[in-house]
Structure formats: structure tokens, C-alpha cells
């Protein structure tokens, strides 16, 4: 089954670390445009060549699903409107299953983490990021089939899945 998993969460918020794990764990394939953009202009932080990155990004997406692959894909998604862009994007390429993955971290734990990260992302960026989640958290409306809510210590805190209100964790694990 071509299947797309969506890191959805604020910088700092522990998104990384699980989806990189989760993605090892089962050989799946990780995708990440921080990566892409280090690759291309030697640093993680340097947003001089967005539209490239994300060029990049969705190609090599649509690539691995078409090759039937899982993938993993980690990226802030704070804007719902691009969030909802990009899994039509993932549908029009053949992905039958999309999950969301939500690390909803609250905004203190994020900033402490990310003045410890060798990468830090400005306080204010971090803010209207968080308020952008929270305002618009994902969802199945966003054309997820599932998605999963994890809390700062990656516990699950609560599911949606398509034409259910909510599942257990017992199901969140089937799903995983």
C-alpha cells in the first residue's frame, strides 16, 4: 500500500526524534525538507531557496510513492492551508493511506528545547507557529485518513480516524 505518515508539530516539539525512529524502525523511508535543504545549501537554517527545497521534496514524495514505498514525511505543517495542499498533492501521486502524527508540545517545553538545539529557530517564529497549530490543529477534514496525537513525551494523548470521533490507544498502535 502506498502510504504517506505526516510529522506535524512546532519546532522543538519532538517530531524529529519519533518520526526518524519510527522511520528506521520500519525501514521506511524519511523525508525531511531541513535535510533537503542542507543538502542543497549547506545549512538546515538557510530559507534563501525555499521554493527549491520544496520542489525537491514533493518530487522525491511522489517518486517513492509511486515505487509503492512508505514514507515518512517531517515537517513543521503549521499552516493548514498548506497542510491540506500538500496530502492533495500525495493523493494526486498515488497515496491511498495518510496519516497525520501531531506532537503537541506545549509552546515552554518547545522553547527550552530549542535554546539547547545546536539549530534554533527564533521565539517569535516558534509562537505563530504554535498559535497556527492550535488554531487550526490537524484533522481528518484536512484529508488525513487517521491522525495521532502525541503529547511532549510522545505518549498518545488521542486519535480521529475517518467516520470515527476518536480511537484508542489499543488502536493507535494497530495503526502504527
Known sequence: MNKVIVGIGIPGSGKTTVLRKFA???????LCPDDIRKELT????????????WSEALRRLAEEIKEGKTVVFDATFANFEQRREFLKFARDNGAEK???????TP????KERNRIRERKVPEHALERMDKKLHEFPPTIADGFDSVFTLNEKQEFIEGEKEGEEGITYKEFKRHR
Open 98 to 104: 495518510i496519516q497525520g502524527v501531531y506532537l503537541d
Open 107 to 110: 509552546l515552554e517545553t518547545a
Open 42 to 53: 549547506g545549512s538546515e537554517a538557510d530559507q534563501s531557496k525555499n521554493s527549491a527545497v
Open 24 to 30: 528506521e524502525k520500519y525501514a521506511y523511508v524519511y
